[in-house]
């Protein structure tokens, strides 16, 4: 039980092998049985996630939530399932066909090909490539391809207008999101997730560069379109946004890769930020560390959902305004200032504990700084003060008091 994942590869190892099969073939079936296992873990945690994701709205929101389909309405998302299957699928006329078709399946296999390279565990790892966070990062732009195609052959200018707010959005929060992922790959020396992984014992990177974490978490937040930053599909002005001509299962497969999307930016930062599969007992119990790994995204999902739930939808000038004038600075000046100081104590070579109260002190500073810096630059509010006036009697009100 304690390395029960790897004990089924072997058994399923010797049974082909048994069977007549070459190790090149048997390798090949062992790799795409994974592939296929991490895809049905993706879809079911979805449809999950929806269901919980909709109990803490109502709950937030002073409602019930889904509470007729089933116990507590947990059969509420497979009746959603059910009903977007047998929803007829429309293309508009004057539609790219093509690209309108491709755009879900690219925003859906966009999430999904990121998972590839997750270590759920210490030896349970799908690919670990030496470049893992230039290939996170890269494989995670093609969700804004998608957009882009999905707005731009819709034939629609709403869908169009939506789309072309990805550019300034999504493509601009990208450069604090990775500015803030270069932090671990300094402090690890390395851009195997394994490595950032194992240099997180025991302290993890939260607690060593909280500002990095901090900028990554509201990045990741915009990435995905969430609110506050939900202005991609702003149904006020935009209608739906980019998939307003999209019905049935096309449709579904943006909502998925949504749902998808937020948590596997939950499980990014578990594995930046908060050791990935490290716990008690992980490194001898491989189960336990898959454990400690889902139970920390899906904490980190938590979070991302109550700030979404509780904050309003922002303006596009303040959102493009927190960005260039806080983010993006303070994510390169938070770098610097790690760089340095990494450098520094490690020819110091201190205890890890002041290493660790030294880096956190450091980035602390850099926030508090940039707050209380953005705190002055913002103009004061004018209150336009009116003189007092006499209200004007009518002759008829005079007659009528007298």
């Not at 030896?123 to 707005?151: E, H, K, Q, R, T």
Request: charged content about 15%.
């Amino acid at each position: 039980m304690a390395d029960l994942i790897n004990v089924i590869e072997n058994w399923l190892n010797k049974l082909l092998l048994g069977w007549g099969a070459s190790p090149g073939l048997t390798q090949f079936i062992l790799q795409a049985l994974g592939s296929v296992l991490v895809v049905l873990i993706c879809f079911m945690i979805v449809i999950a996630l929806i269901w919980v994701e909709r109990k803490l709205a109502g709950r937030i929101q002073d409602r019930f939530g889904p509470n007729r389909a089933g116990p507590f309405g947990i059969f509420q998302s497979f009746a959603d399932i059910i009903k977007i299957f047998t929803k007829e699928y429309i293309t508009p006329q004057g539609a790219d066909k093509v690209t309108f078709n491709i755009a879900p399946v690219l925003a859906i296999a966009s999430v999904l090909a990121i998972w590839a390279v997750f270590p759920f565990a210490s030896n349970v790892i799908g690919a670990d490539v030496n470049v893992g966070v230039l290939y996170i990062v890269a494989i995670g732009s093609f969700g804004i391809l998608a957009i882009l195609m999905a707005g731009w052959s819709s034939n629609n200018r709403y869908a169009l207008l939506g789309a072309s707010r990805s550019v300034a959005m999504l493509i601009s929060y990208e450069i604090p999101m990775v500015v803030s992922l270069l932090i671990p790959v300094l402090l690890a020396h390395s851009m195997k997730l394994s490595a950032i992984i194992d240099t997180q014992r025991p302290w993890w990177f939260i607690l060593v560069v909280p500002t990095a974490a901090l900028i990554f978490l509201i990045s990741s937040m915009a990435e995905i379109g969430k609110a506050p930053f939900d202005l991609l599909e702003a149904e006020s002005e935009l209608v739906a946004g980019y998939h307003t001509e999209y019905s049935g299962m096309k449709f579904g497969m943006f909502y998925v890769a949504e749902f998808l999307h937020q948590f596997t930016v939950g499980a990014l930062i578990t594995i930046f930020f908060l050791g990935g599969w490290t716990g008690p007992m992980a490194a001898h119990w491989p189960i336990l560390g898959v454990i400690y790994f889902f139970g920390k995204a899906f904490l980190v999902y938590l979070v991302i959902s109550w700030i979404r739930l509780s904050l309003p939808r922002i303006r596009i000038d303040e959102m493009l305004n927190l960005n260039w004038k806080f983010l993006i600075p303070v994510s390169f000046i938070n770098l610097i200032g790690v760089a340095v100081a990494d450098r520094i104590l490690l020819d110091l070579e201190p205890p890890r504990w002041l290493y660790v109260a030294v880096m956190f002190v450091l980035n602390m500073l850099i926030l508090l700084v940039a707050l209380y810096l953005s705190g002055k630059s913002q103009p004061a509010l004018e209150v336009e003060e009116f003189p007092h006036r006499p209200v004007a009697v009518s002759p008829r009100t005079e007659k009528s008091s007298s």
